[in-house]
């Protein structure tokens, strides 16, 4: 597919206003940084991510009160999204480690174990359910355990209406909105059911996940993260060096990877996304992008140089990158469009990720022709003192 024939698009001509918006964008990414910070998730920062759904739409002040009442002051709540079933009421309740919990605490569920503690008894409704098996949060072994005590040698009809009720809630949202509703699930016997209705309520909500992270493995992730994005950089530069033979192709390799990576943590820290493993992901995965991209101009200048000793500099990159142009806004179109789908579509925990690699990908594909090849004619030109290839 040709998108244009023969281009003659004079890109370099105007470097000098494109190289200064990137120094705005990078500046503005550095100060957000600086002042703002990421906003990390528990894949860093450590403790407790709990996803709650619930039978009606949740208070949220409601929410934040009970658990500011039980020492979660700090406890951060936001709604979510779930594209499959945009009537869903889920909550994301973030708590962060408490004063005197343990990695081991944290890994066996005390924290997550505390916070839904905290809900049962302080949401309305709750404290009438004391003492009795709430369907909507009691597991698998929990509910066989409370059945075989009651329904002693009849472990075929108690692991029967065990398994259907499990299977109920999967196949239901993870609730069951009323106790009479077990009446209809099949293979819950007459029997079970008026020991349910007798003995079980069907709480207001119910867990769809819980994630854990002890605070030490977070900042260690951090330390990792940091190493991983620094030697990325680094091995890019070493690998184009080595490639062209030339130390100015790796030193634009390393200021473009460096600006790309920057401009997109610049995006996540101003809109206050989450920085995950995911959105880490995303930043590798955007110097990867963008170096391939980069390349595909600096082979074309190579070729071009066989047969255009002479020529300046200037002339010849821009030659290169009117030559690859088609490539490069095929390829680009095409990755922006699915990553815009999985933006806009990918629901709340894909966001982030999302976000991220599609700041990436636009950046990746202006810095190849606005970044890589004036630093290569810059550092030509001052620091190796030739005018022409």
Sequence with gaps: MEFFHNPKFDFLGKKAW??????????????????????????????????????????????????????????????????????????????????????????????????????????????????????????????????????????????????????????????????????????????????IRDNAVAGGFAIRSVDYVGPSVGQELKTKARYAILGSLLAMLAYIWFRFDKLAYGISAAVTLTHDALVALGAVSLTGKEFDLTVLAAILTIVGYSINDTIVTFDRVRENLKTRRGDSLEKLFNDSINQTLGRTILTSGLVIMMVLVLWLFGGSRLNPFSFTLLIGVIIGSYSTIYISSPVVIWWRRVVEKKATV
């Design 18 to 195: 494109f190289v200064g918006l990137s120094v705005v964008l990078a500046t503005v990414s550095v100060i957000s940084l600086a002042t703002r910070g990421l906003e990390y998730g528990i894949d860093f920062r450590g403790g407790a991510d709990v996803v709650l759904t619930f039978v009606s739409e949740p208070a949220i002040d409601h929410i934040r009160q009970v658990l500011s009442a039980r020492g979660f002051e700090g406890a951060q709540i936001q709604k979510l999204r779930r594209p499959e079933d945009p009537s869903a009421n889920d909550v994301l309740i973030r708590v962060a480690p408490q004063a005197g919990e343990t990695e081991q605490s944290i890994e066996q569920g005390d924290v997550s174990g505390k916070v839904l503690a905290a809900l049962r008894s302080g949401l309305v409704g709750q404290e009438a359910a004391a003492g009795k098996v709430d369907l909507n949060l009691t597991g698998a072994a929990e509910l066989k355990r409370v059945l075989i005590a009651a329904f002693p040698g009849q472990d075929s009809m108690v692991d029967g209406a065990v398994a259907s009720i499990s299977d109920y809630r999967t196949s239901h949202g993870s609730l069951i909105k009323s106790i009479d509703e077990t009446r209809s699930i099949s293979g819950v016997t007459p029997e079970v059911a008026n020991w």
